[in-house]
């Protein structure tokens, strides 16, 4: 497996430094606690959003950092939780008196580190409180996770809880909007390859050429089952009426849509398949508010795609609109 990278044990600080290099004027990089911190952090009157997990999975999380988004991101290595003192030094760096949003994707290491880390700040006399995200619709349970996992459908969280934060809303009421908005979106992705962490350099799982695994996490869990390789106009409909069949979504909800790259599939085929879901949740009664298409949240090199969808009120609309900054390329 050919990589443009160095030593595999550096690849995360590297990654970081590299982000941190090409928006001095907006991110801070602590390589020693793997973080990259908003520039002008801590924000006075603001609550502090805080997320980690682990790497790999760019531009989630270390490329939403920013006004408007998140104060501080602790990746740790490439599918690894942060160690503790990782995320209760990113704690530290950005809490206020207004105190700290922990957001958490639904992994059991994941949570497991920052339960300990909540605990660990209020010891320090910070307020913290953990947000759980659970929006894939693939399993309820597996081998790795607690319940449903999180994925995609994160960067919705983050952009609403972040917009709340900066018009200067309360530590309960930006943490309840991020539970409005977890509790209505749904994501379900598909794999056509594995992908392969820097340091292991093999795949993580074996798949035919006509297989695909449907229902895919983003570390490469199983998914619902493997099956053969279909049109992508069939997939794109299973996987749009499992999502609208799940929560439910019924006819004439708003929503907004994604069309998220899991880190090898071309822009082209993501587009592909945004309009087949349109399609399909036009037919459904359901009206499209918001469209993303592109890479959110990857899975390193794995050719593949999730949809998700948000079910969209009046206030949760404006907070995915409020303007942000995060080095992301600007359009």
Known sequence: MKRFMNDPKNFVT????????????????VPEYNLIVRADAPVSGKVAIIQGSGSGHEPAH?????RGMLDVACPGDVFAAPPLDYVSEAIRRVATD?????????????????EMAQEVAEADGITAELLFIDDDV????STFTIGRRGVAGNFFVIKAVGAAAESGKELAEVKAIGERVNANVRSLGVALTACTPPAKGAPLFELGAGEIEFGVGIHG????????????????????????????FE?????????????????????????HA???????????DKSYVGNYCTALDMAGASVSVLELDDEISALLDAPAVAAVPAV
């Open 251 to 275: 006819r004439g909800s708003r929503v907004a849509v994604m069309i998220n790259g899991l880190g090898a599939t071309p822009i082209s085929e993501l587009y592909l398949l945004y309009g």
């Open 221 to 248: 869990e199983p998914g619902r089952r493997r099956e053969a390789l279909r049109p992508a106009r069939e997939l794109i409909r299973e996987m749009v009426d499992t999502i609208v069949a799940d929560k439910p």
């Open 62 to 66: 270390v490329m939403n950092v920013g």
């Open 98 to 114: 207004r105190g700290v949003l922990l957001l958490v994707n639904n992994y059991t290491g994941d949570r497991m580190v920052f």
């Open 14 to 29: 590297e990654v970081l430094a590299g982000v941190a290099a090409a928006n001095p004027n907006t991110l801070r990089h």
């Open 138 to 141: 693939a399993v309820e349970n």
């Open 278 to 288: 349109a399609e399909c949740l036009v037919e459904a009664g359901i009206t499209i």
